[in-house]
């Protein structure tokens, strides 16, 4: 399935439009956890009259409703009777973590890492909002970090999407500081995620810090963890014997898949990436994704959480 026309796809960038154009693909998507640990109240955000624990909106004032929460700013505004309406914070926050760094611009078939992940925040993202819980999200290269607080509706997605396509992260950069940017920026998460969060970390998790485990370990005791990985095609399987330039991060890279030894280094340093992926989801609540930069990210979501 293609996600979007091919005019507006480009295998190195993203676009708003083309974020925008996966919402009715995110919508049709069942983006669940393994197990949502629901707060004390229960699972899911719920609307009721009354005092509540978080102001929602005004409305016209019904009979019944308790004086107590009449809205008098809005009322003496309007000249009519408007009353408070609160919403107890029973939803699932979802958060999306996302590497933008230049390791993430890299693909041999598809489009980079960096795309992908971007057209999986999207389709997330929009499955969320179709769901009615919060979204946010922290997104991060080498330069900068954006942190967005979980917010509800329309907007939330947007607020993600003018973030994913900022100018700034699709610019080569220095790769001084590549994990150290993401080591604190996982350490931030630990920090603001609330307990029956949902997170969604998208990264190619190369070459992660003896940290990550722990930091991994503190965000599943209270929410539901999915690790999406993202590679491409030549990392776990090289291509026939031969001498290839591929793209990455602005420049190309020469590699040489003659000998026999580095093909065979080429297989062991994958498998030293996914090792401990897979040593990760033996933890409760934490689940392992992969996707591939050949492949639409919608079709892998579909299986992974409607095919189980």
Not at 130 to 148: I, K, P, T, Y
Not at 285 to 291: A, H, K, T
Request: net charge positive.
């Amino acid at each position: 399935m293609t996600l979007v026309p091919a005019a507006l796809a480009s295998p190195v960038r993203i676009e708003l439009a083309e974020l925008i154009g996966l919402k009715q693909f995110g919508e049709s998507l069942r983006v669940g956890s393994l197990r949502v640990r629901a707060l004390e109240s229960g699972g899911h955000l719920s609307r009721f009259k009354g005092r509540g624990v978080e102001f929602d909106e005004a409305r016209p004032y019904q009979p019944g409703d308790d004086l107590r929460t009449m809205d008098w700013r809005v009322t003496a505004r309007t000249g009519k009777p408007y009353t408070k309406v609160f919403r107890e914070e029973r939803d699932r926050p979802v958060i999306i973590w996302l590497d933008l760094r230049k390791p993430m611009m890299f693909a041999t078939r598809g489009a980079y890492k960096a795309v992908r992940a971007a057209q999986t925040a999207a389709l997330i993202a929009w499955s969320t909002v179709a769901n009615g819980d919060r979204l946010g999200g922290l997104v991060f290269s080498e330069r900068e970090q954006f942190e967005l607080r979980p917010r509800l509706g329309y907007r939330a997605a947007l607020r993600l999407f003018r973030v994913l396509t900022d100018s700034s992260f699709w610019e080569p950069e220095d790769e001084g500081g590549q994990e150290l940017e993401r080591q604190r920026s996982l350490l931030r998460l630990t920090r603001v995620a609330r307990p029956g969060s949902q997170i969604f970390l998208l990264s190619d998790f190369r070459a992660l810090a003896e940290s990550f485990e722990r930091n991994l370990r503190h965000l599943a005791r209270h929410s539901d963890v999915s690790l999406v990985q993202f590679f491409d095609p030549v990392e776990p399987d090289l291509p026939p014997p031969g001498r290839y330039r591929i793209q990455m991060g602005g420049g190309s890279v020469a590699i040489d898949t003659e000998r026999a030894r580095s093909r065979e280094a080429y297989r062991e340093r994958f498998q030293a990436v996914r090792a401990p992926l897979e040593n990760l989801c033996s933890l409760p609540g934490v689940q392992l994704i992969e996707c591939s930069t050949a492949v639409d990210p919608h079709g892998v979501l579909t299986r992974h959480f409607e095919g189980r």
